[in-house]
């Protein structure tokens, strides 16, 4: 719990077995509430690691991160949470970077963490060059196009949003893949949402990548975030 407000951290999985316990155990925090994993289909025991860590686990049986993500959303609201945070299970991110989204969350309906303007990059991360300039580019695009000029990061999946903000957005959030981020960044700007960016760790992934696993993915996926961020 953070000042009287219930705290919901939600996590999508497909086969994360290897990292989850440790995730899990790394973001159920003194202010956090409940954690939630939504089993996106896993064919390994990411169920059964991640409610031995302490986690509730729901499954998605549609498969995808949009989908498993926006179930993960769905869940927290109807539990009754009033902040909820959004993170990987692939040990990528810190727990302890929570109470640094908290710090914002009282004057912004909206904080995401970026992963290009960071002083806390893990060497070795999947973060390199090609990957840190066209997030960059893409970010200022959307930032110019919706009214967010200092977002350096489209794809950083570490973020807090508000109750109402969420409900207001949620029926709006239809991307798929990592095209659901960006999206999720314009709703809330669209709905004159108060948004903040603040640097966060970044570290080296723990099992198999299922995104940027090579530059040719890594630009299809920049053309489908770019898509989004134009309403297309």
Not at 152 to 176: K, N, S
């Amino acid at each position: 719990m953070y000042k009287g407000k219930r705290v919901c951290v939600v996590i999508p999985a497909w086969n994360e077995e290897e990292p989850i316990g440790h995730t899990v155990k790394n973001f159920l925090t003194q202010e956090v509430d409940e954690l939630i994993v939504v089993d996106n289909n896993s064919t390994d025991n990411t169920a059964k690691v991640a409610r031995r860590a302490g986690a509730t686990v729901v499954p998605e049986p549609i498969q995808g991160y949009g989908a498993a993500i926006r179930r993960g959303l769905r869940e927290a609201l109807n539990r009754g949470y009033d902040l909820i945070i959004i993170t990987e299970a692939d040990q990528t991110f810190l727990g302890t970077d929570i109470p640094n989204l908290l710090e914002h969350i009282d004057k912004h309906h909206f904080v995401v963490g970026t992963r290009t303007a960071t002083p806390y990059l893990e060497e070795g991360a999947n973060m390199g060059l090609f990957l840190v300039v066209g997030n960059i580019a893409v970010a200022k695009l959307l930032g110019l196009l919706h009214g967010y000029p200092p977002l350096t990061d489209v794809g950083c999946t570490l973020r807090l949003i508000r109750r109402e903000m969420l409900e207001a957005i949620l029926p709006e959030l239809d991307a798929e893949g990592a095209a659901f981020s960006p999206q999720m960044i314009v709703k809330v700007l669209q709905h004159s949402g108060k948004m903040k960016e603040i640097p966060v760790h970044y570290l080296v992934r723990v099992g198999e990548a299922k995104i940027t696993t090579s530059k040719r993915k890594a630009f299809g996926t920049g053309l489908k975030m770019i898509r989004v961020i134009l309403g297309l």
